[in-house]
T-cell receptor, first 114, second 112 residues
Framework: DTAVSQTPKYLVTQMGNDKSIKCEQN?????MYWYKQDSKKFLKIMFS???????INETVPNRFSPKSPDKAHLNLHINSLELGDSAVYFC?????????????FGEGSRLTVL | GEDVEQSLFLSVREGDSSVINCTYT??????LYWYKQEPGAGLQLLTY?????DMKQDQRLTVLLNKKDKHLSLRIADTQTGDSAIYFC????????????FGKGTRLHILP
């Protein structure tokens, strides 16, 4: 069983489209994250949810909207896609805020905007 | 400067030791991590150290922490071709909404 799974693994789409990436974790963790990794492999946090509540919201265009229907799922919806949105998006989870626990990452979703 | 800094590239001969260095700015960092990313994969935790420790050893891996200088290093003994990857230093400062801050990653290249 994959601990943190995200779909789709690859996504190729045109500028202006709207797309979603889904993430699920079966580790029983309370906190989930979305990270963006650009072409230079730099990793930046975008959002974090703890028990369905948004706790980290970095400076991200409001075209990006996370949704957490329950603590095991954190989805990322992106409206009006732009060329600069091309990247690998990683979902991750960890134990509760303050636990100091490690992040468990999914395998990434590579988004290519044409 | 950046919260977490590390050099972007390191080349090491197979069998030698690799030392990857990292500096950070937030002295309240309680947990400090090393993650490994192989091509096409997500990040995996290699090892971590608590801020009240100076050193941690785990098989071929040795982590050294100098809190005064805010310097963290990862030593890989007897470097093998399978160690070729990007290594990310990361810190978890206190009171920053449980955010883990990553460095830009050091790409370790193994020479035959």
């Amino acid at each position: 069983d994959t601990a943190v799974s995200q779909t789709p693994k690859y996504l190729v789409t045109q500028m202006g489209n709207d797309k979603s990436i889904k993430c699920e974790q079966n580790l029983g963790h309370d906190t989930m994250y979305w990270y963006k990794q650009d072409s230079k492999k730099f990793l930046k946090i975008m959002f974090s949810y703890n028990n369905k509540e948004l706790i980290i919201n970095e400076t991200v265009p409001n075209r990006f909207s996370p949704k957490s229907p329950d603590k095991a799922h954190l989805n990322l919806h992106i409206n009006s896609l732009e060329l600069g949105d091309s990247a690998v998006y990683f979902c991750a989870s960890s134990l509760s805020v303050g636990s100091g626990g490690e992040l468990f990452f999914g395998e990434g979703s590579r988004l290519t905007v044409l | 400067g950046e919260d977490v800094e590390q050099s972007l590239f390191l080349s090491v001969r197979e069998g030698d030791s690799s030392v990857i260095n990292c500096t950070y700015t937030d002295s309240s960092s309680t947990y400090l991590y090393w993650y490994k990313q192989e091509p096409g994969a997500g990040l995996q935790l290699l090892t971590y150290i608590f801020s009240n420790m100076d050193m941690k050893q785990d098989q071929r891996l040795t982590v050294l922490l100098n809190k005064k200088d805010k310097h963290l290093s990862l030593r890989i003994a007897d470097t093998q071709t399978g160690d070729s990857a990007i290594y990310f230093c990361a810190v978890r400062p206190m009171n920053r909404d449980d955010k883990i801050i990553f460095g830009k990653g050091t790409r370790l290249h193994i020479l035959p």
